[in-house]
C-alpha cells in the first residue's frame, strides 16, 4: 500500500485490523502480541514497495537500539557527561549521510527511507535524556515501541519516550478510552476533509493555474500573489490532515499522541505562531536545540548579554530547522527568514514595553493576526522553492 494514509483502500485495511484493539480496549484489555503483529504489518505495507528503503530502516533501527543500549549502561557507571556528544553524533549520523550525501552522488539518495528524520529526533532525544538523569530506567522494548510506533513513523507528531512509556503503561480505563475513540474517529474524518477534499481542490483547482500563470509570466505579480496565499493553505490542510490521521489511529491504539496544529493562522504573532504551527517539532528543536544551546552559552559566559545568546540561539535553531528540510537555498532562507521575524518581534516587544505605543486590546489583536498572516504566507512562498523555477 505503500505511503501511509495516502489511499482509501490504506484506511479500509487499518480499520480491519484496529477492530480488535477497539473491543479489548472497549473491555478494559490489552493485545501486546497482536499490537506488535499489526505494527510489524503496516512496516511491512509502507517499505515493501521499496526493498532499499526497508533493508536501510532495518539497519537504523539497530543502530539506534545498540547505542542507545551502550550509551545508556554507560551512563550508570560514569556519572559524567563523558562520551555525550559522540554518542549523540553518531545517533544522528544516518540523518547527515543522508541529507549531505546526495549532493555529490545521487548513488547515496538509497540510505534513506520514509520517516528517517522523525526517528533521528525520537533517538536524538532518547540520548539527551539519558544524559541529563530524566531517563532513569531502560527497557529494550519500551524503546523498540517507541520508535516503531507506526501511526507517526514518517512523518510525525513527534512524541517524547517518558510521555509514551507512562500512556503505554498506564491500565485501560474503559469510559477513558471510549472518548479516545470518539476524538480519534472525529480526527481521522476531519484529516479526510482536510487532505483529500480541501488539500486536493486548492492543489488541483487553484495552484496548477496559477502555476502555470507564473511560469508563462501571464499576471506574473497577481499569479505570484495568489500562490502564495494558496499554497500556504495547501501547506495546513495537507500537513494538518496528515497529522489529524496520525494523531486520530494512535488515539483509537490507546496513545494519546500530542496534536501538532492549534489553529496557527489566528496567530497574534510570530512566536504564537511557532507555538501552534507543527508543535511537535517547533517543541523538540525549542527544548533540544535552542535551550540547551542558550545555557551552554551563558554556561561558558560566550556573550554577557543575555538577548544576544538568545538571538544566537534562535538564529541557530532556525537555521537547523531550514537545513533539516533540505540543503537547497530556499531552504535556507526561509529558516533565517523565521530567525529574522523572531528577533524582529523581540526587539519590538520589549521596545513596546516601554514605550507602549501598541496597546493590547482587541484591534491590534486582529491587526496582529493579519499582519502575522502575512509575514508567515511570504515564508511559505520562498519555502516552496517557486523562485527556484521561475525564468526571469
Known amino acids: ?15 480491519i485490523f484496529l477492530i480488535p484493539i477497539v473491543i479489548a480496549s472497549l473491555l478494559g484489555k490489552k493485545l501486546p502480541v497482536y499490537n506488535a503483529f499489526v505494527t510489524l504489518l503496516f512496516l511491512f505495507f509502507t517499505f515493501s514497495r521499496n526493498e532499499q528503503q526497508g533493508i536501510s530502516f532495518i539497519i537504523f533501527i539497530f543502530w539506534q537500539l545498540a547505542l542507545v543500549r551502550v550509551y545508556f549502561t554507560y551512563r550508570q557507571k560514569k556519572n559524567q557527561g563523558g562520551v555525550f556528544v559522540s554518542a549523540l553524533l553518531i545517533s544522528i549520523m544516518p540523518l547527515i549521510l543522508v541529507k549531505v550525501l546526495p549532493i555529490f552522488s545521487n548513488h547515496f539518495s538509497i540510505l534513506g527511507f520514509l520517516g528517517i528524520s522523525y526517528l533521528t529526533f525520537k533517538a536524538a532525544q532518547m540520548i539527551m535524556e539519558i544524559r541529563d538523569g530524566l531517563i532513569k530506567s531502560y ?17 510525525g507528531p513527534i512524541d517524547r519516550f517518558r510521555r509514551f512509556k507512562k500512556n503505554l503503561n498506564a491500565p485501560i480505563v474503559p469510559k477513558e478510552y471510549l472518548y479516545l475513540l470518539n476524538r480519534g474517529i472525529f480526527l481521522i474524518f476531519q484529516g479526510l476533509l482536510y487532505k483529500f477534499i480541501i488539500a486536493y481542490l486548492i492543489n488541483d483547482k487553484v495552484i496548477y493555474y496559477l502555476k ?49 496544529f492549534n489553529k496557527p493562522f489566528a496567530s497574534r504573532n510570530i512566536k504564537e505562531f511557532w507555538n501552534r504551527w507543527h508543535m511537535s517539532l517547533s517543541f523538540w528543536f525549542r527544548d533540544y536545540i535552542y535551550m540547551r544551546l542558550v545555557f551552554w552559552l551563558t554556561k561558558k559566559k560566550v556573550f554577557k548579554n ?22 537547497h537555498w530556499y531552504y535556507i ?31 491590534t489583536a486582529i491587526i496582529g ?16 522553492g517557486i523562485f527556484d523555477t521561475i525564468h526571469w
Open 333 to 363: 532562507a526561509y529558516g533565517l527568514y523565521q530567525a529574522i521575524l523572531f528577533i524582529s518581534f523581540d526587539k519590538f516587544e520589549r521596545w513596546n514595553k516601554k514605550r507602549k505605543w501598541y496597546p493590547n486590546n482587541k484591534v
Open 212 to 260: 502555470m500563470g507564473i511560469e508563462q509570466h501571464i499576471y506574473f505579480g497577481w499569479s505570484l500573489l495568489g500562490y502564495m496565499y494558496a499554497y500556504s493553505m495547501y501547506l495546513f490542510f495537507d500537513f494538518a490532515g496528515y497529522s489529524a490521521f496520525a494523531v486520530g489511529v494512535s488515539y483509537i491504539m490507546g496513545i494519546q499522541t500530542p496534536m501538532n
Open 369 to 384: 493576526v493579519i499582519l502575522t498572516f502575512h509575514f508567515i504566507c511570504f515564508g511559505f512562498l520562498v519555502f516552496s
Open 139 to 155: 527497557d529494550t522494548w519500551d524503546y523498540v515501541q517507541f520508535l516503531l510506533f507506526f501511526p507517526t513513523l514518517t512523518s
Open 1 to 15: 500500500m505503500g505511503t501511509p494514509y495516502a489511499t482509501i483502500s490504506y484506511f479500509v485495511v487499518l480499520g
Open 306 to 327: 543575555k538577548y544576544v545568546i538568545s538571538y544566537i540561539g534562535y538564529f541557530v535553531n532556525f537555521l537547523i530547522m531550514g537545513v533539516w528540510h533540505g540543503l
